[in-house]
């Protein structure tokens, strides 16, 4: 196969870091990992591992393992750890722990990078720069200026070489991930190239800070009408891929600041809930790390946000998607949540519906059945990932990132000990999201939507008959025919296309508000709309006879 073949070439190219790679997992326990060994030498490298760590849990292991191996694998861990519907919640909340400080490049190196990336000295471009760095984490280093007009801001530079060692790293990884794929049939089922090619994508726009500088302006956008929220203003003119300035915070973390809330805490931490709950019902754009070191509090008890490197999308069909499942639940619809979770996750052709039905009743009586308010929104998403896994379920990035997100948001609310639950914050908006179900916005979204497939249906039904035909002329199909009443069904697939082209134009008549109107919907849509329907009910009722249609 060329892709295993090209694997060892990238394997073989990258030698001296894939044995740091290798050697490190196993001295941590991980040496069945090691894909193709034979199984005598497999047991050598067993014995390589070190007894003192094996006495560890699977989670600190693992995490260790990625600390020791540096920025890709703790960037990797940190990944996973919205993952525990493949890793498991013990790995997951270990992974969750890494932060990844590292010593700062020295003022140098940070010099000539921001000279590289913006074009110009840094004390040309600023009036103040403190070479001594706020704080160093796995990526960048951040440090503080001020502008020429006296404004205070921020520096977040990347630490030199990050971008050349991440790259080497997945490259790497990507060519395991093929190894694996082809040696364990069972270990396919998880799908490693694909989870190998989502954290390519989650690194490279983690670590490209015009993507970053994008998000601040677009949460400053979805959040301008809300005077108590702040998020920084970035500076174009200052940024870059590896350079990102942006306007300083005038406040503390909440993770010190919380005792000093007094009476006003609970209502700053609901507040800040809501807004996360906001980003993600409202905006479908979300800040995908709240912990309490990136939530400010600033004068007047304002609310700040900080590193937006990390964000998830929920786009308009995920939107509905995650919409039909709150209200099938709130009704206890048992299908309608099977058939939402299907929608959202790949399901292997071995699923057992039946079964996973079964889960999903138990998964309901244990903790929907307490009340919203009561339920364990950690224990939840664990047994729910338990599910999956049994299943072999796995859910999109996105939909992973926003259950790690909202797991993550309940974390912060007990670790800022206020007396609310993420669940609490949810609960008002359970109406909001069974009247969006309604919407007319949204009924108008799926008549463009339907209209969108029929008419893509009409536009490839006579290539792909025209295919079949001609693989049945080349004897590449097999096809028993047995014509009877031929006419008859060739009126009922020309009135069947006449009745989808007459749906397929009202629908856009419609959608696009057509004139004359009537009480504010278009007339010739809505008529054209009514005469679809009727011709469709007419040529279901001919297809029930056996005769064509009269």
């Avoid at 200026?145 to 205070?152: K, P, R, V």
């Avoid at 009745?499 to 959608?511: D, E, I, P, V």
Wanted: aromatic share 6%.
């Amino acid at each position: 196969m060329t892709d295993v073949s090209q694997a060892k070439r990238t394997l073989l190219r990258n030698s001296d870091r894939v044995n740091e790679i290798v050697s490190t997992f196993v001295k941590y326990g991980y040496s069945s990992w090691v894909v193709g060994v034979p199984d005598q030498y497999r047991n050598l490298l067993s014995g390589l591992s070190q007894p003192e760590l094996l006495e560890m849990s699977d989670g600190e292991r693992l995490s260790r393992a990625c600390l020791e191996l540096g920025v890709t694998f703790i960037k990797i861990g940190q990944v996973l750890s919205t993952r525990s519907d493949i890793v498991g919640p013990e790995v997951a909340a270990a992974m969750a722990e890494l932060q990844g400080d590292v010593p700062p490049d020295p003022p140098e190196v940070v010099r000539e990078t921001i000279r590289e990336q913006l074009g110009d000295d840094v004390d040309n471009l600023v009036s103040g720069f403190e070479d001594t760095p706020l704080g160093s984490a796995s990526v960048a280093q951040v440090h503080a200026a001020t502008l020429h007009d006296g404004t205070e801001v921020v520096l977040k530079i990347q630490h030199q070489g990050v971008q050349d060692i991440i790259a080497t790293d997945l490259d790497i990884l990507e060519a395991l991930a093929v190894l694996a794929e082809d040696a364990d049939p069972d270990l396919a089922l998880y799908r490693p190239v694909a989870i190998a090619a989502q954290l390519r994508r989650s690194l490279v726009a983690e670590t490209n800070f015009l993507l970053e500088a994008a998000n601040l302006r677009k949460f400053k956008e979805n959040f301008a009408e809300e005077p108590d929220v702040e998020i920084p203003t970035p500076y174009p003119e200052l940024s870059s891929e590896r350079v990102l300035t942006m306007s300083r915070m005038a406040g503390d973390p909440l993770s010190k600041s919380i005792d000093s809330l007094g009476a006003d805490g609970l209502a700053f931490v609901k507040r800040g809930a809501d807004i996360y709950i906001e980003m993600i019902f409202r905006d479908g754009l979300f800040h995908a790390d709240p912990h309490p070191g990136n939530i400010y509090v600033l004068p007047g008890n304002r609310i700040g946000l900080l590193d937006f490197g990390k964000v998830g999308r929920i786009d308009d069909d995920l939107q509905d998607v995650i919409d039909d499942v709150v209200v099938a639940a709130l009704r206890w619809d048992v299908d309608g949540i099977v058939e939402g979770i299907l929608s959202i996750c790949d399901a292997p052709p071995t699923l057992d519906r039946k079964e996973l039905r079964r889960d999903i009743v138990g998964w309901m009586d244990q903790y929907a059945s307490a009340g919203i308010a009561n339920t364990d929104m950690g224990g939840a998403a664990d047994a729910a990932d338990e599910i999956l896994r049994r299943h072999r379920l796995f859910r999109p990035p996105d939909v992973a990132l926003l259950v790690r997100t909202l797991v993550q948001l309940q974390g912060m609310l007990v670790e800022t000990k206020v007396d609310i639950t993420v669940t609490e914050v949810l609960s008002p908006y359970a109406s909001q999201i069974a009247a969006k179900r309604f919407a007319p916005q949204r009924l108008a979204r799926n008549i463009q939507r339907s209209a969108r497939d029929w008419e893509n249906l009409i536009d490839t039904f006579p290539v792909e008959v025209a295919a079949i035909l001609e693989g049945v002329r080349k004897g590449q199909i097999d096809l028993p025919l047995n014509v009877r009443g031929l006419d008859r069904n060739v009126n009922r697939l020309v009135y069947a296309a006449l009745s989808a082209a007459l749906f397929s134009g009202s629908a856009r008549l419609w959608a696009n508000d057509v004139s004359p109107k009537v009480g504010g919907i278009s007339l010739p849509g809505a008529v054209g709309t009514i005469a679809a329907g009727a011709f469709a009910v007419r040529l279901l009722r001919a297809s029930k006879r056996a005769g064509g249609i009269g």
